[in-house]
């Protein structure tokens, strides 16, 4: 039996999916402008999922005006951004650092560092939110839940729509996996994070692969789910795997950047003769979680680069 809404417009089906998006980042700022615990990353993964949504399913709307709301919620997610990645590495400085036995000194240190700079990147966030361009944001977010601006495929049939968009982010993911050495990646030392070049090629063609695990990932969510479910087992079982490449490589990505952060520190206590072992120690420790995050991601690839929706 087909899912309940699969033969329903799609203009229909998406506008509700629009504006569930948009009810929950307007749920979602007050707690983050009041900095409460994860809210941040809250209204961050809401203000994501809709500019997602917008991007694998644009020709439901107007090009245009998808361009544009899209680039107003990449700069808002860009805020909040560096608030959550600060948030992000002090957990994993203490989480981290403690099951390497790295001191409390040096990890009081770290922590003391990001939640200054935490304050700051968050006190950045509270202006931008009491800005113009943050009131143009609003308007326009309200503007698309009262007359969203449909494109050529609102009137199809929105299971045939989210099939084929979905299909072609699977093949967005073949693309970025052909793209990206999953073995040179795993396999990066303490050592690799000096040459800085090869690293960040490295990561960026990551990037390129956990964005496109998200697009799947969170396309799927929204056409898999009451009240707006248009497709079935299938997708969702995409959508799965491609939150598994999505948080895979998040984390990856997060234990990096912790021994790089690390790794700097060494090296500065080591210009002023200070011990640079607990460091180097939280460096090395981060790099191993690094590649034990990607335990998961070989099979995740494979699944997805042979299934279609």
Not at 264 to 275: P, R, V
Request: net charge positive.
């Amino acid at each position: 039996m087909a899912p309940p809404h699969s033969a329903d417009p799609a203009g229909e089906v998406f506008t509700t999916i629009v504006a569930e998006h948009v009810r929950r980042i307007e749920q979602r700022l007050p707690p983050a402008l009041a900095d409460e615990d994860d809210a941040v990353h809250r209204l961050r993964t809401a203000v994501r999922r809709l500019r997602t949504v917008l991007a694998v399913y644009r020709p439901v709307f107007e090009r245009k005006e998808v361009k544009q709301l899209r680039r107003r919620l990449a700069e808002l997610g860009d805020v909040l951004g560096e608030a959550r990645d600060l948030e992000v590495r002090r957990a994993d400085v203490e989480s981290v650092g403690a099951a390497a036995s790295v001191s409390r000194d040096a990890r009081a240190r770290l922590v003391a560092e990001l939640d200054r700079e935490h304050a700051a990147a968050h006190a950045r966030f509270v202006d931008y939110a009491g800005g113009l361009q943050m009131r143009a944001t609003t308007a326009e977010l309200i503007r698309w839940v009262r007359e969203p601006p449909r494109g050529k495929a609102a009137d199809r049939r929105a299971g045939k729509v989210a099939r084929q968009r979905l299909r072609k982010a699977v093949d967005r993911v073949g693309r970025a996996a052909a793209d990206l050495d999953l073995q040179a990646l795993a396999e990066v030392t303490v050592e690799d994070l000096d040459d800085r070049a090869a690293l960040d090629d490295l990561l960026a063609r990551a990037h390129r692969l956990r964005k496109a695990g998200r697009r799947l990932s969170q396309g799927a969510r929204a056409v898999t789910r009451t009240p707006t479910k248009v497709l079935g087992s299938r997708a969702k079982e995409l959508g799965t795997a491609g939150k598994t490449l999505q948080s895979s490589l998040g984390d990856h990505r997060d234990a990096l950047l912790l021994a790089l952060l690390a790794r700097d520190h060494a090296a500065e206590a080591a210009a002023h003769g200070e011990d640079p072992a607990p460091y180097d120690r939280l460096a090395r420790a981060a790099t191993r979680r690094a590649a034990d995050a990607l335990a998961d991601l070989p099979d995740a690839v494979d699944r997805l680069t042979s299934e279609a929706p």
